[in-house]
């Protein structure tokens, strides 16, 4: 008997040993999927970035803008200010700035790898995210630095040229004055930001000269209504109307305004070879919505 005891213990101990033999993990087996990559976070990405990282980032071309070494910087800076938030709390995303991180050599704008940092009205405040390549979900910092580069995204120098603006003052304040009659809120005002020559014919005494406004309220939430087609907030919240619609140039011939053009109208006076004040007008007269006459 104690023979056939031994003969099975000997069997059982063969079986457990077999390279078939199913083994089962242990609550707390810490060598369970030892072998699968943690996902990268937010803040290992963002903390490991460095300029050549960076490519393709969507500054405005009006103004002097941050080199991608320093770009980098600020987002490393970042990589420490997260907080709690949430899309509410965030509300409308303002400003966006958006490039490519860590993009494969042979397509600078893979998707995969774009970044987005947007900026909304709630200050130092900054909402994070990207492609799929990218870390998942939304990273919210408060990082003022990095707020205040996103906010002042669509900030360019501006000037009002003073002999312009004496010489035609009356004209450029009825213009603003019907502006300001378009925008049917009393809470919003129509300010005059820039005055600037875009022509300058004096040998047939043709001239034309941008007149730029932008819309303000003590609220930038009275402004919102006003955010159609291509216009945009600066970083002192002065709502830019979309150039792409309105008739802002201002053309004057012989010294005397004649009336207001839209960008189309100037582009094609510029494109062609004119020799009097009468090949403008005729150039006017081809174009659907070119020109109001005072």
């Known amino acids: 008997m104690i023979y056939l005891i031994g003969v099975f213990l000997l069997c059982f101990a063969l079986v457990g040993c077999s390279p078939d033999a199913t083994t089962y993990p242990q609550p707390g087996d810490d060598s369970v999927n030892s072998n699968e990559e943690e996902p990268v976070s937010w803040e290992t990405l963002l903390s490991s970035i460095h300029g050549e990282d960076i490519k393709n980032p969507g500054w405005s071309i009006y103004r002097e803008n941050p080199t991608n070494d320093e770009l980098a910087q600020y987002l490393r800076n970042s990589a420490a200010c997260q907080t709690d938030s949430s899309e509410e709390t965030f509300g409308e995303s303002i400003w966006t700035l958006e490039m490519y991180v860590d993009t494969p050599p042979e397509d600078e704008w893979d998707y995969d790898h774009i970044l987005n940092l947007s900026a909304g009205f709630q200050e130092n405040l900054v909402r994070i995210s990207g492609g799929d390549?990218?870390?998942?979900?939304?990273?919210?910092?408060?990082?003022?630095?990095?707020?205040?580069?996103?906010?002042?995204?669509?900030?360019?120098?501006?000037?009002?040229?003073?002999p312009a603006l004496s010489a035609y003052q009356d004209t450029i304040e009825a213009y603003i004055a019907e502006e300001q009659g378009k925008c049917g809120n009393p809470a919003v005002k129509v300010e005059l930001l820039s005055i600037e020559e875009r022509m300058n014919r004096s040998d047939i005494g043709v001239a034309a000269y941008s007149i730029g406004t932008v819309l303000t309220a003590d609220s930038p939430q009275e402004l919102m209504q006003y955010m159609a087609g291509g216009a945009y907030f600066d970083s002192l919240l002065r709502l830019h109307p979309d150039g792409n619609s309105v008739r802002s140039t201002m053309l004057v011939i012989n010294g005397t305004p004649v009336g207001f053009l839209n960008w189309e109208a100037l582009d094609a006076i510029e494109s062609q070879d004119i020799s009097s004040s009468e090949d403008v007008m005729d150039i006017l007269s081809q174009g659907k919505d070119w020109f109001k006459a005072i």
């Open 133 to 162: 390549a990218l870390p998942g979900g939304i990273f919210y910092v408060e990082d003022e630095q990095l707020y205040w580069m996103v906010r002042s995204i669509n900030d360019y120098e501006t000037s009002i040229e003073e």
